[in-house]
């Protein structure tokens, strides 16, 4: 019973068989992607790490700034230096509350140093991503002197 009708449903059936086979992606069409994210993650990638590297210098710079402030901040109470950045978060013999709550460490995840200088005046040092005295770009040693403190 071949007629109009039976040929209508063929063809509505070819044309579902191919709709079918359609959806989803190629092979081609997904390393196309791949490709793209690839270069754009190979041009990108560099700058972000640049800014990254810096915001965290800019870190460490505003926290020995901090760290300044509040040893001038324990200077005008007691007439003297604080021995030791500890010095800043124990009771102020003078006000009787600490000056600072507690120390931070540096954008690395490492302690900050304090070293005094010939004229008795507190320097701070943060040592770098890599924790150790010297180094070049983000291993570069941040100090109160670098900084013009």
């Avoid at 972000?48 to 800019?58: E, F, P, R, T, Y």
């Avoid at 102020?92 to 000056?99: L, M, Q, Y």
């Amino acid at each position: 019973m071949a007629g109009p009708a039976n040929d209508l449903k063929l063809l509505d059936m070819k044309t579902a068989n191919k709709n079918k086979k359609r959806a989803g992606f190629t092979l081609i069409e997904i390393m196309v992607v791949v490709l793209i994210i690839g270069l754009l993650v190979s041009v990108v990638g560099p700058n972000i790490w640049n800014a990254l590297v810096k915001n965290q210098a800019s870190i460490a710079n505003t926290q020995i700034r901090g760290f300044h402030d509040a040893m001038d901040q324990f200077k005008l109470n007691n007439y003297k230096w604080p021995d030791s950045m500890e010095a800043l978060t124990e009771p102020d013999p003078a006000t009787g509350s600490p000056v600072l709550k507690r120390i931070p460490l540096d954008p690395w995840q490492n302690e900050y140093v304090m070293e005094i200088d010939s004229d008795g005046k507190p320097i701070i040092i943060c040592y770098g991503a890599d924790g150790v005295p010297g180094g070049e770009a983000e291993n570069q040693d941040i100090s109160s002197e670098t900084i013009g403190l």
